[in-house]
């Protein structure tokens, strides 16, 4: 069985890349033209005019940045609360899944890497490698630990 080369890597690396930009670039073109679909609560006219959202800044992605200044209390009262649990919950979930990697990422490089079953490519840094089984624990351990630790900060 062969294992993951650099090359097979890059490959779907540039497809999915071009497929993600063909997709925003979608979104951006009819986000503007759609605005009921979009901006449901701003544009329909039988939305009272004590519950009508702020229309969107004009912009690709302002109204990202313009949502997050937003105060909950606002997201409350304009979206209700399913949509503030909602953003609250991607919010919660963007956080510990980027500092997760953070503290993660470099843990599982160095272990895997030195893991001593001497593979290429990019099965050097795959769980593969590890032959020994105190670098299995430690795998287990330290990881466990420091998500633990992550996610007390957080709350």
């Not at 071009?18 to 901006?39: A, C, D, P």
């Not at 304009?78 to 990697?101: E, M, P, S, W």
Request: contains cysteine; proline residues 4%; glycine residues 8%.
């Amino acid at each position: 069985m062969a294992g993951s080369s650099v090359s097979s890597f890059v490959t779907t690396l540039i497809v999915n890349g071009v497929l993600f930009t063909v997709f925003i670039l979608i979104f951006i073109l009819l986000k503007g033209k759609y605005t009921r679909v979009y901006q449901p609560r701003s544009t329909v006219e039988t939305v009272p005019k004590n519950l009508k959202a702020d229309p969107q800044p004009k912009g690709a992605f302002a109204w990202f940045f313009d949502l997050l200044r937003k105060p909950d209390s606002y997201i409350i009262e304009k979206a209700g609360v399913d949509g503030y649990f909602f953003l609250r919950y991607l919010k919660v979930f963007t956080t510990v899944g980027i500092g997760a990697g953070v503290i993660v990422w470099p843990i599982l490089f160095a272990v895997n890497a030195t893991g001593g079953a001497g593979q290429s490519g990019f099965d050097i840094i795959s769980y593969s490698n590890i032959t020994v089984l105190c670098l299995n624990l430690e795998h287990c351990v330290s990881i466990t630990y420091l998500k633990i630790c992550w996610m007390k900060t957080l709350c």
